[in-house]
T-cell receptor, first 113, second 112 residues
């Protein structure tokens, strides 16, 4: 069965520090991979997506993610975190033909001033 | 362009009551979804509709029913609400189940 693992429930970083949020997926076929962000009381907003091609993808708000097939990972990175990045981040996977999006349990990011 | 619109935004039900959560999208998407979000559990798929006229169970369908009324609208019904259904419910849509999924703002449901 498809699954997505986000091993870090909470992460705290100082403003200006770099950030990496981990995501591992389990699926035999080529996955479509997504990172979403959710601010408190809000819906989910897409940060970036990977379908094929270049394994390093750029997203909005200065985020990027790298697809590593050998490690079944799709980690999200940002070189310098801003206080406004404090939110919950979700990794998700879908595959051709299944029409379903499977989400990880999320990582809550806290940013220290 | 409203995107995905959910109503209501907040609802309190008594155990055993029924209600329908409404969802409409104006992006001409084929696929629509209902998720529930609970602390520490991420988003779990309740039901989805790959295309107009079809619906399928997701990960946690028990206690829910859905109707794909037309291409725009996908409703979620709780026939007899239970406290375990206290959650935040999100509707989403996508072109084909592979591209980006667009989410509504959510419905916060409390069952007492």
């Amino acid at each position: 069965a498809q699954s997505v693992t986000q091993p870090d429930i909470h992460i705290t970083v100082s403003e200006g520090a770099s950030l990496e949020l981990r995501c591992n997926y389990s699926y035999g076929a080529t996955p479509y991979l997504f990172w979403y962000v959710q601010s408190p009381g809000q819906g989910l907003q897409l940060l970036l997506k990977y379908f094929s091609g270049d394994t390093l993808v750029q997203g909005i708000k200065g985020f990027e993610a790298e697809f590593k097939r050998s490690q079944s990972s799709f980690n999200l990175r940002k070189p310098s975190v801003h206080w406004s990045d404090a939110a919950e981040y979700f990794c998700a996977v879908s595959t051709s033909g299944t029409y379903k999006y499977i989400f990880g349990t999320g990582t809550r990011l806290k940013v220290l001033a | 362009n409203a995107g995905v619109t959910q109503t209501p935004k907040f609802q309190v039900l008594k155990t055993g009551q029924s209600m329908t959560l409404q969802c409409a999208q104006d992006m001409n998407h084929n696929s629509m979804y209902w998720y529930r979000q609970d602390p520490g559990m991420g988003l779990r798929l309740i039901y989805y509709s790959a295309s107009e006229g079809t619906t399928d169970k997701g990960e946690v369908p028990n206690g829910y029913n859905v109707s794909r009324l037309n291409k725009r609208e996908f409703s979620l019904r709780l026939e007899s609400a239970a406290p375990s259904q206290t959650s935040v419910y999100f509707c989403a849509s996508s072109e084909s189940g592979r591209g980006e999924a667009f989410f509504g703002q959510g419905t916060r449901l409390t069952v007492v």
